[in-house]
């Protein structure tokens, strides 16, 4: 009985033992290190939230406009997500979701409208005409 107990015992013991003096349980020393071993353990992306901001930031253009009037638009069009941010001057901004234009761009949301080809376009906002804006650079 006794025998069967130690057999037991070294059973569960001996593949433990293989179990050290590996180097796999070694602290990693540094975060780069910690980094690469929840990669190659499958837990995490090899790309950091940054590379990911900078690929999702590829997706965005942005543009100037100034216009007949005098205003200034700054323009993000982020196409995957078929929408533009006008902000103006006073730095009051409205999203704009894309239409479907035969040609060129058309943004539009209620009186808010930026629709145009090439680097010229027609701005309209409420309580004012209409006025004609060119794309700067």
């Given at each position: 009985m006794r025998l069967a107990r130690f057999a037991i015992l070294a059973a569960?013991?001996?593949p433990l033992a293989a179990c050290t003096g590996s180097g796999e349980d070694e602290?990693?020393?540094t975060g780069a290190e910690v980094r690469q071993r929840v990669i190659d353990?499958?837990?995490a992306d090899a790309n950091p939230g940054a590379e990911i901001q900078a690929e999702d930031a590829q997706h965005?253009?942005?543009?100037?406009?100034?216009?007949v009037n005098g205003e200034?638009?700054?323009v993000v069009f982020d196409n995957p997500?078929?929408?533009?941010?006008?902000?103006?001057?006073?730095m009051t901004a409205v999203d704009l979701p894309q239409e479907r234009a035969a040609d060129g761009i058309w943004?539009?949301?209620g009186p808010h409208e930026l629709r145009g080809r090439g680097n010229e376009a027609t701005w309209s906002a409420p309580d004012r005409d209409p006025t004609a804006c060119t794309a700067l650079g």
């Open positions: 569960i013991i001996a602290l990693p020393a353990a499958g837990l965005l253009v942005r543009a100037e406009y100034t216009c200034r638009l700054s997500r078929e929408l533009a941010t006008i902000r103006m001057r006073d943004y539009r949301s």
